[in-house]
């Protein structure tokens, strides 16, 4: 793809950020763009001296808000396709080539990258209930390894868009509602080697996420709009 930024949320990921910098340019020559969530180590230096460039945040917004910045970022440089990947190490860089293939060949507006055997068994309790009850039929809905064209990077970015609090389920229904053609792509990822899920490690945190999800699926899935024509994937 040409015009493409690769953005990646991160906080508190100085262990790994700096080897995901160099394997993804080791794969790739897109740009990457670091949006640093007011880590308290030493992820901007490392992100920085692994070639990245780095958006530091004043204080933390979480990874979603992270990735908005991320793509508003894009929107300003005139970038027509954003990747996103995590900063643990977990979305291999090797797979990039899949995800542009999709959107390259016509097949999707969106790939992401997908690995329904990973993650806990409360992963999957949520998957199960949040997928049944936003009607969504995506595999592995709470991915974040994902291609963007540049109209959905606009929707995405757009300030309707900033309460949405994760980058799943609200994400993928304000896209499936707006016309967009979202593909599953499956592709292996690795164990996280440092640090926990920001969500996935604790019943308190996930029965949090739980709530938020579903009253924000039930709502969505209430007052649906019709989808729009879409008219293709790039800006």
Known sequence: LESCVVVMPAHNEAGDVGRVIRTIRAHCDYPVVVVDDASTD?????????????????????????????MRYARAK?????????????????SIGEL???????????????????????RHIAWALMKRVSGLTL????SGFRLYCGEAVDELARKSATLLEYQDVGVLITLQDGGFRIVDVPVPMAPRRSGISRIFYSWRSVSYYMAHTMLLSVTKRRYRRRPRARTGGAR
């Open 42 to 70: 030493e992820t901007v230096a490392v992100a920085r001296d692994a070639g990245a460039i780095v958006i530091p945040l004043v204080y933390q917004m979480g990874a979603w808000g992270a990735i908005q910045a991320g």
């Open 78 to 94: 005139d970038f027509q396709y954003v990747l996103t990947m995590d900063a643990d190490g977990q979305h291999e860089a090797e």
């Open 139 to 142: 595999e592995d809905i709470t």
């Open 100 to 122: 542009v293939r999709v959107v390259l060949d016509g097949q999707a507006d969106i790939a992401i990258g997908t690995c329904p055997d990973r993650g806990s068994l409360l």
